[in-house]
């Protein structure tokens, strides 16, 4: 069937990546492309809450914050005993990729459980108000986070295990994180393109109909929040690992600017339009990096034009194609 | 007691600077329900362009009262303007077109960013020293409190340009404009107001007061540099929330309660915790009472 | 029993008391109407049935069970639907998503739309032919692809009671069902509500302006001013009530010329 040959040659690009581009492409773009990574996968979370729920959350850096920390920590207090013990004895590469899911759900799970405190008392809020919340939730994570010691503080945290310092925890494999990513982008179109998953749109839609035909809405939007929130939690596990290291300047609210941006502009409702801005976005800033500073007046200027000429986005709320990502071919169309 | 009485007046003086500051996100919003994240970014180029206009009209080199006042003069009609363009450019055309929530906040923060940007490049990213436009002695001392002229200055032009914007919107029939069309925008354009030239207008007044808060602040706080404008955003924009967003009496209230908290907090407990004080605040209000001190709650029509 | 048991029911908004103590009932199977100049208080009264509101005193019983005081999807799953006095579809869904949105109801996880087992997939194209047949008989068939906000004004009002349909409920409210249609749209209308009535073995309150359209109708009417009861029997009777004429200044200017 044409799903298992695209999730079989997906298989093997991922794989053949891999292992090429690391000895093609110099480290810095290798880090670019993990970059890019995470940001699709912070911006794919959020779209599930801003453009499938409706719900106006702007303080995801802070659940990435979470997972980070939470990965990176459990990685260099718990985990590093149990990869040296794994890699003595199976092959490396093994032993690694045993291990590596581990900090990432450990991170999601810890961001799972942020996002579940912060959405029931948030999500009784409405529209700008519950904006607010969020950034300030966010900025109130990653404060908390500074002044927790344990994970370095205002020093940042280096994945670096005391007791075991020949461990590498870092893992940069390009394969897995866009495994991750992959794997993260269709349990999110899974779940929102399913007729379960129009309770999330029927809710951005009208709150007030959706209850009146039976859906739950406030358990609709702590789901939507905590799922989002779990994937945002990977997102940051998977940058803390591949970074190897973390510091809070990484997820303050320019952060959570940043992945708005990436949502509104890719097109509040698609999940391809959100990867596509993800990545553009992200690779755009580097290759302008020869302009100097006039790189970031570049990208505001963009922005605020983008936002003139296409407010809804460029994709709108479609997909870029419409029947592969959900499941039946076509989206609503007027009629001729 | 005398260092709590210290602590107050510096509290209520910083708060004077958050509530000017808040009055703009608080009339933006209330006229167009929108969060203008660059607001904060003006405050900071009102600092800027009173540090380029104190030096080009040899204030710096001269320190005097009249000095000061023309300076203030000056970054505030600068800033009016920049108000005016930047609603004009950047924010009318997505309302003309009916553009929803998110994007003009996306514009919001692309101006901010424009800004900030704009302003390393101009200003260079290093810190500026903002001339010291009085020369500052102690005018006052009752008790063991302290009050500087500097301080005077501040106290007294915050209150005045609050009485001032206070008996813009209540007395003036641009003012009644301005409630009209924060009440019920639709209504209001219904009933021949001019809406468009009263948000321009709402703009301009707040960019104006976010201008004299950067010039305040820079005679107090010599120190002053193109990200500036970022915290002092933030915490304007949660006195705003605090006193009910869309309220101006509740702006001012706002700024002044955050301002006093925040020093009474830093001065006692901790000062590493200063700038978490106003998220607290922040989550503290959303929790139990969102709409603020004095907002109204609005309800839907099912 | 009576499907439908308001008792003494009172609905305050601060000052303003907009149903007083209104006794209200519906029986199994029964066609009603509930009419009433402007602010009489009627949408008010769905509001609480459907649970938008709290009711401030009063009682509340369907099917025998207390409700007053519920959240709107816990009276949808216990057997009530309604339709809107101002449309509100979910706009920029497709009709066909519009009626499948309502047939989940409450939901338990998504954890089966991301596994999608063979139970899912049936489940899937069960709820596929339910919604695509609700569809059909109120004739949107042909729509269901097209954005539910590109529909005409009357397919609009089809669709949401197609929507509401498609939740299973025993008691159908319709707010102004046949607003803004001109004569020979309102009597399609009539047509479907009473066929709807018998196909799925429903009981039915509709809220009209429309004296005649709910005459040809319903079976009985009540009739609200400032909140109270103030006539209740069958259309005739009602029309000759001089309370009721009185109430709606002796008018025949709701009917169509």
């Known amino acids: 069937m044409r799903g298992r040959a695209l999730l079989l040659a997906g298989l093997v690009l991922l794989v053949a990546a891999d292992a090429l581009l690391p000895r093609v492409l110099n480290p810095y773009y290798l880090t670019i492309l993990s970059r890019i990574g995470v940001a699709v996968l912070a911006a794919v979370s959020l779209q599930l809450v801003n453009g499938f729920t409706g719900q106006f959350s702007i303080g995801h850096a802070g659940f990435m914050a979470v997972g980070a920390y939470v990965s990176a920590a459990a990685s260099v207090y718990l985990g590093a005993d149990g990869l040296a013990a794994l890699s003595g004895s199976l092959p490396a590469s093994l032993a690694r990729a045993l291990y590596f899911p581990l900090p990432l759900v450990a991170g999601g799970a810890a961001a799972a459980l942020a996002g579940l405190l912060v959405g029931i008392p948030a999500l009784r809020l409405r529209g700008d108000y519950l904006a607010i919340a969020t950034l300030g939730f966010g900025e109130i994570i990653r404060i908390a986070i500074l002044n927790v010691d344990l994970v370095g503080g205002a020093r940042g945290f280096s994945l670096a295990a005391p007791l075991h310092p020949e461990v590498d925890l870092r893992y940069e494999s390009l394969g897995a994180i866009y495994a991750v990513v992959a794997l993260s982008v269709a349990v999110i179109a899974r779940l929102v393109y399913s007729t379960g998953g129009l309770a999330f749109r029927a809710v951005r839609e009208d709150e007030t109909a959706a209850e009146s035909v039976g859906i739950a809405t406030t358990r609709v939007k702590v789901e939507a929040f905590v799922v989002s929130s779990f994937f945002a939690g990977v997102a940051g596990a998977l940058f803390a690992h591949s970074e190897g290291y973390v510091h809070t300047n990484s997820f303050s609210f320019l952060r959570s600017f940043e992945i708005v941006v990436f949502v509104v502009l890719g097109g509040l409702g698609s999940l391809s339009g959100a990867i596509l801005a993800a990545a553009v976005l992200t690779a755009a800033p580097e290759v302008l990096r020869g302009l100097g500073e006039w790189r970031m007046i570049l990208y505001s200027l963009l922005l605020i034009a983008a936002m003139l000429v296409r407010p809804q986005g460029i994709l709108g709320p479609r997909e870029l194609v419409p029947g592969f990502l959900r499941g039946r071919p076509g989206g609503p169309r007027a009629p001729a | ?302 | 029993m009576p499907l439908l048991e308001v008792e003494g029911l009172t609905v305050r908004f601060g000052g303003l008391t907009a149903v007083s103590k209104l006794d209200f009932a519906v029986e199994r199977g029964a066609l009603v109407a509930l009419i009433g100049p402007n602010g009489a208080g009627k949408t008010t009264a769905f509001n609480v049935i459907t649970g938008v509101y709290a009711p401030s005193d009063g009682s509340l019983r369907f099917d025998g069970r207390e409700i007053g005081g519920e959240r709107p999807h816990r009276i949808c799953a216990a057997g009530v639907a309604r339709t809107f006095q101002n449309i509100r579809l979910f706009r920029s869904l497709s009709v066909l998503e519009n009626v499948r949105a309502a047939l989940v109801g409450d939901r338990r996880s998504g954890l089966g739309d991301v596994l999608r087992g063979p139970a899912w997939r049936r489940r899937e194209r069960d709820r596929d032919e339910r919604a695509r047949d609700l569809l059909a008989k109120l004739g949107l068939e042909r729509f269901a692809e097209a954005r539910a906000d590109s529909l005409p004004y009357g397919e609009q009002r089809r669709l949401e009671i197609a929507r509401a349909l498609a939740s299973g409920p025993r008691l159908l409210l319709l707010d102004e069902p046949a607003a803004g249609m001109n004569p020979s749209e309102k009597d399609a209308l009539c047509g479907l509500v009473g066929r709807l009535r018998d196909e799925f073995d429903l009981s039915i309150v509709l809220i009209d302006h429309d004296v005649a359209f709910v005459m040809d109708l319903c079976e009985r009417v009540t009739v609200l001013d400032h909140g109270e009861k103030i006539a209740e029997g069958p259309p005739e009777a009602v029309r000759r009530d001089p309370k009721v004429i009185e109430a709606y200044l002796g008018t025949d200017d709701e009917e169509e010329p």
């Open chain 2, 1 to 302: 007691m005398e260092n709590f009485l210290q602590q107050l007046l510096n509290g209520v003086t910083w708060g004077g600077i958050y509530a000017l500051i808040a009055l703009g996100y608080t009339m933006v919003y209330g006229v167009l329900r929108l969060i203008n994240f660059a607001h904060g970014d003006v405050y900071m180029v009102g600092a800027m362009t009173g540090y380029y206009a104190a030096h080009a009209l040899g204030f710096a080199a001269q320190p005097s009262l009249a000095g000061l006042l023309v300076t203030l003069a000056a970054a505030m009609l600068a800033c009016g303007v920049l108000g005016a363009v930047i609603e004009r450019v950047a924010y009318r055309p997505l309302r003309l077109r009916g553009a929803g929530r998110l994007a003009p906040l996306i514009t919001a923060i692309g101006v901010s960013l424009l800004l900030e940007n704009a302003g390393q490049l101009v200003f260079g990213a290093d810190p500026k020293f903002f001339p010291a436009l009085l020369e500052s002695r102690e005018l006052v001392r009752v008790g063991g409190i302290a009050l500087s002229n500097v301080q005077a200055v501040v106290l007294v032009t915050t209150l005045a340009l609050m009485a001032t914007l206070e008996f813009v919107v209540m007395r003036t029939r641009f003012g009644r404009a301005i409630r009209a069309v924060s009440f019920d925008g639709q209504a209001a354009a219904l009933m021949g107001v001019p809406v468009d030239r009263v948000v321009m207008g709402t703009f301009v007044l707040g960019s104006a007061l976010a201008a004299a808060a950067g010039i305040l602040v820079g005679l107090s706080n010599p120190k002053i540099d193109p990200l500036m404008g970022i915290m002092p955003g933030i915490k304007a924009f949660v006195a705003a929330v605090l006193g009910g967003i869309g309220n101006i009496p509740g702006a001012m209230v706002g700024g002044l309660l955050l301002g006093v908290v925040e020093t009474l907090v830093s001065g006692y407990l901790s000062s590493t915790y200063r700038d978490a004080i106003a998220f607290v605040v922040l989550i503290a209000i959303l929790l139990y009472r969102p709409t603020g001190l004095f907002g109204t709650p609005q309800t839907e029509k099912v």
